[in-house]
C-alpha cells in the first residue's frame, strides 16, 4: 500500500453520520471533533469520551524468543514483564535517539502486542523485523487486525461495567485481559492518553461498529459522547503526556525527554542503544542541556509548536506543544528549556508570539492530575 495512500477505519461511515470534522492524519482519515472540542474535553474530564483510535500500529511478536528479541530490541525489561500486563516503553536509534514511544502488552507467555504510533507503525515494524534476526521470534504485522476504541473518564468504568462480565475492579492500570464487552470479544486493556481513568478495547474491525453503538447506548445516561484526535491532544497535553514528533524526536534521547526510567540498563544481554543511552544518562546527570517543563500563560495569547521561549531578550528553549487549556482556563504549553530557567517558579520566562515576548510561569508537568 502506498504511504501517501489515505485509510479509512471500520468506524469512518459512523464519523460522519455524525457529522465529524475529519482530518488527514499519519495517512489515515480520523474525526478531529464532532461539535465543540472543549465540550468533548469537558466531558472526559468530568463525565466519559468515547475515541475510534483505529490508526494506532499493532505489532505482535511470537515465539520462544519474543521476550529476549524484545529485551534487546526496545530500552525496557519486558521479559519481566507479567503475563495480563502493559509497558510504557521507547524503541530508540543505536545512537540513543527516540524513534518511537510504544505501550507492549504481553499476552501470554511468548506473545506480545507492540502499539506504535499510527505515523511511525512501518518504521516500527521495520525495526522490530531487522532486529529480530537471530531469534527464535516471529514479527508481526497486524495493524489490520485489530479497530481500537477507547472509553476515557471518570464513568468510563462503569459504563463498561454495564456491557460485560469481565473483573474490571480487578484490572490494574496498564494492564489487560481478554473478555467479551457488548457480545465482542475483545482485549480490555486499562490504558489511555488523556489523564484519567479509562479502557482501551482491541477489537476486529467487523465488530467495531457494534461496539461503538453499543457503548454509546450504554453511556448516554452518564453523558458519554464520541471524541475526537483535537480533544485527545489537549487531554494528553494538560496531563504532561509526550507526542512524537513534539516532546519525543529522533534527535532526542529518553534522557532528553526526562523519561530515562524507561531505559533499563540491568535488564539481562545487550540492547540497541545501550551504549549512547548510558552516555546520555551521564549527560543527563551532571548538568542537562535542555529540560522539560510546563508553561502557564499569564496572558490570553496561545503559543504553538516551534515558537522560542525567550529570557533577558535571549532564545533560552523551545515550544514543542501549546493549546488553550478547557480545565485550566488558560494556554498552556510544554517547552525543553536551558537548565538555568527549568526550576519551577522560574521568572522572567516568555514565549516569542509573533514578535511579542508574552510572559509565562515555568511549572513541573503535568499541568493536571486526576482525583485518586
Known amino acids: ?56 500500529g499493532e505489532i505482535t511478536v511470537t515465539g520462544p524468543d519474543a521476550a529476549a528479541l524484545l529485551n534487546y530490541a526496545l530500552v525496557g525489561d519486558l521479559a519481566s514483564v507479567g503475563v495480563g500486563r502493559a509497558r510504557y516503553t521507547m524503541i530508540c536509534q543505536a545512537d540513543g535517539g527516540i524513534l518511537d514511544d510504544l505501550i507492549v502488552y504481553r499476552l501470554a507467555d511468548t506473545e506480545y502486542m507492540v502499539v506504535a504510533n499510527a505515523s511511525n507503525a512501518q518504521v516500527v515494524l521495520d525495526a522490530l523485523t531487522e532486529r529480530a534476526a537471530g531469534f527464535d521470534a516471529e514479527v508481526r504485522d497486524d495493524r489490520d487486525a485489530y479497530a481500537l476504541l477507547a472509553v476515557q473518564g471518570p464513568e468510563s468504568p462503569g459504563i463498561l461495567k454495564a456491557v460485560t462480565d469481565a473483573d474490571l475492579g480487578g484490572l490494574k492500570y496498564y494492564a489487560g ?13 486499562r490504558t489511555g492518553y488523556t489523564g484519567e481513568d479509562g479502557f482501551e478495547l482491541f477489537v476486529k474491525p467487523e465488530h467495531a461498529v457494534q461496539l461503538w453503538e453499543a457503548l454509546l447506548a450504554a453511556g448516554s445516561a452518564a453523558g458519554l459522547v464520541p471524541c475526537g484526535l483535537s480533544c485527545r491532544d489537549t487531554l494528553r497535553l494538560e496531563a504532561g503526556m509526550p507526542l512524537y514528533g513534539h516532546e519525543l524526536t529522533t534527535g532526542l534521547t529518553p534522557f532528553d525527554a526526562g523519561l530515562g526510567r524507561v531505559v533499563k540498563f540491568g535488564k539481562e ?21 535542555r529540560v522539560l517543563v510546563g508553561l502557564i500563560a499569564e496572558g490570553r495569547r496561545v503559543p504553538r509548536a516551534g515558537y522560542a521561549v525567550v529570557a533577558g531578550g535571549e532564545v533560552i528553549g523551545e515550544v514543542t506543544s501549546g493549546a488553550p487549556s478547557p480545565t485550566l482556563g488558560k494556554p498552556l504549553a510544554i517547552a525543553y528549556v536551558d537548565a538555568a530557567h527549568a526550576a519551577p517558579g522560574s521568572t522572567g520566562v516568555g514565549v516569542d508570539i509573533r514578535g511579542s515576548h508574552e510572559p509565562y510561569e515555568v511549572v513541573a508537568l503535568p499541568f493536571y492530575k486526576r482525583a485518586k
Not at 6 to 15: K, N, Q
Not at 269 to 284: C, H, I, P, S
Open 177 to 189: 485481559l481478554p473478555g467479551t464487552v457488548a457480545g465482542v470479544p475483545a482485549l480490555i486493556a
Open 269 to 289: 544481554g545487550d540492547f540497541v542503544g545501550r551504549e549512547a543511552l548510558a552516555q546520555a544518562a551521564e549527560r543527563a546527570e551532571a548538568r542537562p542541556p
Open 1 to 56: 500500500m502506498s504511504s501517501t495512500e489515505i485509510r479509512h477505519t471500520a468506524l469512518d461511515a459512523v464519523h460522519r453520520s455524525l457529522g465529524a470534522t475529519m482530518t488527514d492524519f499519519a495517512d489515515w482519515d480520523m474525526p478531529l471533533r464532532y461539535g465543540s472540542e472543549r465540550d468533548e474535553h469537558q466531558a472526559v474530564r468530568t463525565r466519559a469520551g468515547l475515541f475510534d483510535l483505529s490508526h494506532m
